[in-house]
């Protein structure tokens, strides 16, 4: 894809979520058909390995998840936090959202001590809060700052210590938000990531800091999202 066409795939989302919030239902059951289309997406070895290079004297270190519509597909556009600062474009992973089975890999995890991981039960929870309460957080949604971007700490892939070859497995949870009070709907979007996902098995932790944007805050102001503001999706 060029650019440009990232640029429109993200107005349409933003489009899309526009026309909900102002009143038109029936935008309801196309967004959620555009949630549900698939179950993940997978990162790379070789792409986690460029995030490390691009964002090694960066602070902070983030992975930005953009959501866009491109060929009436839900599509991911992953860039780190150092290039899209600086409206670099030129290293956008394009990932469209699957049902496909994960590779199955029988890998160890390694873990960095950074942030502490969440287990395996706690990520199956929230994948299947997401599950059952879609359309739940969606109605929310009217009243709150509508998801475009997830930002995903670098460490959340870090920490996974892949191999040039290996891969690992995002996917949708809402995090329990209840303890901050500050929102009818006490859940927000978050992406999940593990490493090892196989029919039988699963990693027994998963990462899970991620936040979605809007809002942006004085600490990560949205002139720290170029591609959002280039593709007019803000305006």
């Known amino acids: 894809m060029t650019t440009e066409n990232i640029y429109l795939s993200i107005k349409k989302w933003k489009t899309l979520i526009d026309s909900y919030k102002s009143g038109n239902d029936a935008n309801e059951k196309e967004i959620l058909g555009y949630l549900n289309q698939g179950t993940h997406f997978s990162v790379s070895g070789n792409e986690v390995a460029l995030w490390k290079t691009n964002l090694e004297n960066a602070d902070p270190k983030r992975v930005h998840a953009y959501l866009g519509i491109d060929e009436n597909k839900l599509k991911f556009f992953l860039i780190d936090s150092k290039s899209d600062r600086e ?3 030129n290293n956008i992973f394009i990932k469209e959202f699957t049902r496909q089975s994960p590779e199955d890999q029988a ?9 502490p991981p969440i287990t395996s039960e706690s990520a199956i929870n929230r994948n299947f809060r997401w599950n059952m309460y879609a359309t739940a957080w969606l109605k929310a949604q009217k009243t709150e700052p509508f998801v475009q971007v997830i930002t995903i700490p670098f460490e959340d892939y870090e920490r996974l210590g892949l191999g040039d070859s ?4 995002c996917f949708f949870g809402l995090t329990d938000e209840a ?15 593990v490493k090892d996902l196989t029919i039988n098995e699963m990693s027994r932790t998963a990462e899970n800091y991620s936040t979605p944007r809007p809002p942006f805050t004085v600490a990560d102001p949205v002139d720290n999202y170029q591609l959002l503001l280039k593709s007019g999706a803000f305006l």
Not at 107 to 115: C, R, V
């Open 179 to 193: 303890e901050k009070g500050d929102t009818d709907f006490a859940y927000h979007i978050e992406i999940i990531t």
């Open 107 to 115: 890998q160890n995890t390694t873990n960095l001590e950074i942030l």
């Open 166 to 169: 290996e891969s690992c497995t």
């Open 87 to 89: 409206a670099d474009f």
